[in-house]
């Protein structure tokens, strides 16, 4: 039965629980009702395979309040927990149901350390296993452009200086600045980084560069840039990243894995314009220069064609020289020989007919052959192709007839 329902039904008719449906409408009210509670630890922790149990004290009246933590969201917290740590812990209020006795516990979602001793002591554990791991090496490190254009923004809108230093120290030079709001510190703070660093690489993948920054604080306002998630979102991360958090001393997890450290956001800014400042200083140079360099350059082309047009002119003239020598030297040679040549030829021509006399149809005339044709003088060699007076005409050695034909007799294939 839902809230509403039973509220709206209570003054109509008595409305009676068991147990277990009392449990389950009071979680119904107590879960939603999320908060952040500080407290000291207490000295027993309950550690199980997948969630921890212990009591969380508070100073000054000794409460103590049952709280528990998944195993999954402590392993972010990169550090044991142990008795005498004073945290900040966001979560909810439930009765757990059981058959031996229902408990009221607080589930922890995310902790918070208090205290620089232990935080440092966290930052070490968590900088060990991420270098180990790889996530700080220079192979992995993206390449930021040189001439950045496009520039993706993370940081809070509220904050008192770093996103107003890093756009009041980012040159005027054409840049497209893309802002996503973020808190910088405290329970909510690693979410909502890590998200807007998803949401760029989903959907404006063509920037140049991300910018991650925040001014400078204590070991406890830095956190959330010393956990794992941001680190491990970082070096997920296509687009390239600067980071410029805190002050120049401070040194973070983010700045580790981030591709690019800056040691402040002003200095990420100045960073970013360096390329564009140095290029705009030496344009007039170049401008300057230009004229004087194109000159040359012609010049020299100029001398080039001038030394290949001599050297040319000098190689046609020697060659065109040479060439003439040949000529007249061929028709010397050809004057000399010509009647040498007229004998050869003469004899070949002589050879030649004398080949061909065995094959001339005056020949085969003179030894009593002869040659019929038709009108149009087409040769007749099959007489079945004749008809009846048909004129045909015969070519005798001395002479031709012209004949008339009466009768067409044919032969047995193979007989004459």
């Known amino acids: ?108 979602e995310e902790i918070i350390l208090i205290g620089e001793g232990i935080l440092k002591q966290a930052f070490e554990a968590l900088k060990r296993k991420l270098e180990g791991e790889g996530l700080f090496k220079e192979e992995f490190k993206k390449p930021i452009p040189r001439f950045c254009q496009r520039i993706g923004l993370i940081t809070s809108k509220y904050g008192k200086g770093a996103k107003p230093d890093f756009e009041r120290h980012l040159e005027k030079y054409g840049f497209e600045v893309y802002f996503y709001d973020v808190r910088v510190e405290g329970l909510f703070a690693i979410n909502e980084i890590c998200e807007a660093i998803r949401w760029f690489n989903e959907n404006m993948l063509n920037l140049d560069v991300l910018a991650l920054i925040r001014g400078g604080g204590d070991w406890e306002s830095l956190q959330s840039f010393n956990s794992e998630q941001v680190g491990r979102a970082i070096f997920a991360s296509k687009i390239p990243i600067i980071s410029g958090v805190g002050h120049e001393s401070d040194v973070t997890i983010a700045d580790y894995v981030a591709d690019l450290r800056a040691s402040t956001p002003t200095d990420a800014a100045k960073i970013l314009s360096e390329s564009w400042k140095l290029a705009s200083g030496k344009i007039f140079d170049y401008e300057k220069n230009l004229r004087f360099l194109s000159n040359q350059v012609f010049k020299n082309v100029k001398e080039k064609i001038i030394s290949f047009e001599e050297n040319f002119t000098a190689k046609i003239k020697n060659l065109l020289k040479d060439q003439k020598l040949n000529i007249q030297q061929i028709l010397k040679d050809l004057i000399k020989n010509k009647n040498r040549w007229k004998e050869k030829i003469e004899k070949l021509l002589i050879q030649q007919e004398e080949k061909l006399i065995p094959s001339s149809p005056q020949l085969k005339l003179k030894q009593g052959y002869t040659i019929t044709s038709d009108k149009s003088g087409k040769i007749i060699k099959d007489p079945t192709k004749l008809k009846i007076s048909q004129t045909i005409e015969t070519k005798f050695y001395k002479g031709q007839v012209l004949s008339k034909i009466n009768k067409i007799k044919k032969y047995a294939r193979g007989k004459i």
């Open 1 to 108: 039965m839902k809230i509403n329902q039973t509220l709206e039904t209570e003054s109509k008719e008595e409305k009676i629980f068991t147990v277990s449906e009392y449990i389950d409408f009071l979680n119904q009210i107590l879960i939603p009702q999320k908060a952040v509670i500080q407290g000291e630890i207490g000295r027993k922790i309950d550690v199980r395979p997948k969630y921890s149990t212990f009591n969380l004290l508070d100073k000054s009246d000794k409460s103590v309040l049952k709280c528990l933590i998944w195993e999954n969201r402590l392993e972010n917290l990169g550090i044991e927990l142990k008795g005498g740590m004073e945290i900040k812990a966001f979560g909810f209020p439930k009765i757990y149901k059981s058959e031996y006795g229902s408990e009221f516990e607080f589930q922890i």
